[in-house]
Nanobody
């Protein structure tokens, strides 16, 4: 199983980026996928998650209304559209996946078995 995150970069406050998580080596439609981020000097934190078929999404309060998670199971890909970016969104962003997560665990990093390598997002003020 391999997850590869991409799409990060440097953007001014108020700008947008779209992160991409490409998966291989798994039956993608059976995996819940999430995005986490780790700001400089801080713990990894939950950002957003999407259910196997994409019908159910959940967001951290800090990104709700600004970020949109979506998936294309035909392309084994999950997207994170980030709008209205703020300097506090600066972090390394990781995608993660797991087949067996129950809803009460979906925001917990240690519940996800597979992780991508991370992509840096830097928002300048």
């Amino acid at each position: 199983v391999q997850l590869q995150a991409s799409g990060g970069g440097l953007v001014q406050a108020g700008g947008s980026l779209r992160l991409v998580c490409a998966a291989s080596g798994l039956t993608f439609s059976t995996y819940r996928i999430a995005w986490f981020r780790q700001p400089p000097g801080k713990e990894r934190e939950f950002v957003a998650t999407i259910a196997r078929r994409g019908g159910n999404t959940f967001y951290a309060d800090s990104v709700k209304g600004r970020f949109i998670i979506s998936r294309d199971n035909a392309k084994n890909t999950v997207y994170l559209q980030m709008n209205g970016l703020k300097p506090e969104d600066t972090a390394v962003y990781y995608c993660a996946g797991d087949r067996g997560i129950i809803q009460s665990q979906m925001t917990l990093a240690n519940a996800y078995e597979y992780w991508g390598q991370g992509t840096q997002v830097t928002v300048s003020s």
